[in-house]
């Protein structure tokens, strides 16, 4: 099987020093693809180390949304689609902030 670069033209696996430089390129950009990882490793575990952490904030009952989206549900007077377009949020985040105004308090 051969490649050819339609663009370029200087990536020709059909002749010799095509396949050299196709096999030159290829561990070039697997040997960067790996130290990218490396880097983004360390940099997470150095914000780790820092007290750091990634993601998205965590829902709270006590957000602003999730009342009233559970407020809106109370009431009985839009279906779940009009809450949902009313609010801009999808069916699932919808019940998401259902179950997270319902899931019960953790002891302390």
Do not use: W
């Not at 050299?20 to 950009?29: E, K, M, N």
């Not at 993601?55 to 689609?81: F, Q, W, Y």
């Amino acid at each position: 099987m051969a490649f050819r670069s339609l663009r370029d033209g200087a990536i020709d696996t059909t002749s010799a020093s095509g396949e050299l430089v196709f096999h030159i390129f290829s561990p070039l950009a697997q040997f960067e693809r790996r130290l990218i990882q490396e880097r983004t490793k360390a940099g997470l575990s150095v914000a780790r180390a820092r007290g750091r952490k990634g993601g998205r904030k965590a829902i709270t009952r006590n957000d602003p949304r999730v009342k009233t989206a559970c407020r809106m549900h109370r009431d009985h007077e839009l279906s779940v689609e009009q809450i949902c377009r009313t609010l801009e949020i999808s069916r699932a985040t919808f019940y998401r902030y259902l179950a997270v105004a319902t899931e019960p308090t953790p002891a302390t």
